[in-house]
């Protein structure tokens, strides 16, 4: 018979994402996020300890003689099996990390529990974009790219207009989409690469280069700037390049001051458990609905392919309606098919005749 603790750990397996504040280590955010677990599952209220039975002298009053020793039955708890003696139940339970963010990045950061670390993996395997967030400054360049880093150049920005930069982003998206279709492994001309791209499913096979799929400035005021970027197989490190490579291509210099992931795949800032939240009880409702919306996901879908393989029925039915529709009234009319393709023999010589 399952205890509550094991009942209740049974709702914690799947996939869950959380809020990484800058700063932190992603390992902190995974034992925090683990030890919190193991509060809450070994904080349940657990079942009965087993009762064994015993006999035990019967204790006697002073003034009695210590001639015959009485016995009675009794049934008292099994000691070895008290939770003071062996310990809580859950001692250990395996947290995993999916795409992992560095010490100075922020944003969505995906985990799962037990059984949900198999169900992360393929979720790692998967073609899936990510959503950035860049904080850049011009003016400045530093030896990692961070203005956190040893400042190796100041140069001037009053010539950079957001239409230069939009330009620019323009010119990098466009060089990575020629590498993103270069790593595809799919002939572009094919039937095969269209379905794939209408699903947007095309990305590179396996480990690639980081590609950017989007970049656009959502906002400009010098000198500081943000850009909102989509991604695959990119690092925190290849984003702070990509800012200093902006800064380059318009005749300047330019540092990422922050890195913020706002979207991994379906995990969304939304669905990020702040830290306050990094308890069994919010947990297990952010697991429930996540698994509640992939439900939801595969009906619509499911639900979009019978519409498209009845679509073809419905012009087959409609087709051939038209037809007995047709025939209909020329049998309605008293004529069949070989008698209206006589009359019109006869006016075609009729004609023919006038001529």
């Not at 039937?191 to 499913?201: D, F, P, T």
Request: proline fraction near 5%; include cysteine.
């Amino acid at each position: 018979m399952a205890t509550p603790a094991v009942r209740m750990f049974r709702r914690l397996e799947g996939l869950f994402c959380v809020y990484k504040p800058s700063g932190v280590h992603w390992k902190l955010v995974r034992d925090s996020v683990e030890t919190n677990l193991l509060k809450g599952l070994n904080a349940t209220p657990s079942l009965p300890g087993p009762q064994e039975v015993r006999f035990l002298a019967q204790p006697g009053t002073d003034t009695e003689t210590p001639k015959k020793l009485t016995l009675t039955v009794a049934s008292v708890p099994v000691l070895s099996k008290h939770p003071l003696v062996t310990g809580p139940e859950f001692q250990h339970i395996q947290v995993g990390v999916g795409h992992r963010l560095d010490a100075f990045s922020s944003g969505v950061l995906v985990l799962a529990v037990g059984n949900g670390n198999k169900a992360l993996n393929d979720f790692c395997r998967i073609r899936t974009t990510r959503d950035y967030t860049l904080e850049g400054e011009f003016g400045t360049a530093t030896d990692d790219f961070s203005h956190l880093g040893r400042v190796v150049e100041r140069s001037t920005y009053d010539h950079v207009t957001q239409d230069k930069l939009n330009r620019v982003l323009a010119m990098l998206q466009g060089a990575h989409q020629k590498a993103l279709l270069m790593f595809s492994n799919v002939d572009m001309h094919s039937q095969e690469a269209y379905e794939m791209a209408a699903r947007g499913l095309l990305g590179p096979e396996g480990k690639s280069e980081p590609i950017l799929t989007g970049m656009r400035c959502i906002r400009f005021q010098p000198p500081n700037f943000t850009l909102e970027v989509q991604c695959i197989n990119e690092t925190q490190k290849f984003l702070r390049k990509v800012v200093h490579e902006v800064g380059l291509e318009l005749r300047s210099t330019a540092v990422c001051k922050g890195v913020r992931r706002t979207r991994d795949g379906p995990f969304t800032l939304q669905d990020a458990l702040a830290r306050h939240q990094w308890t069994a009880y919010d947990v297990m409702q952010a697991i429930k609905q996540y698994h509640s919306s992939k439900r939801k996901k595969k009906r619509s879908i499911s639900q979009m392919k019978k519409t498209e393989l009845e679509q073809p029925d419905k012009e087959t039915t409609s087709f051939q309606q038209n037809e007995t529709d047709e025939e209909a009234v020329a049998t309605d009319s008293g004529l069949t098919s070989g008698r209206l393709a006589s009359i019109m023999k006869l006016k075609s010589l009729h004609w023919l005749e006038h001529i």
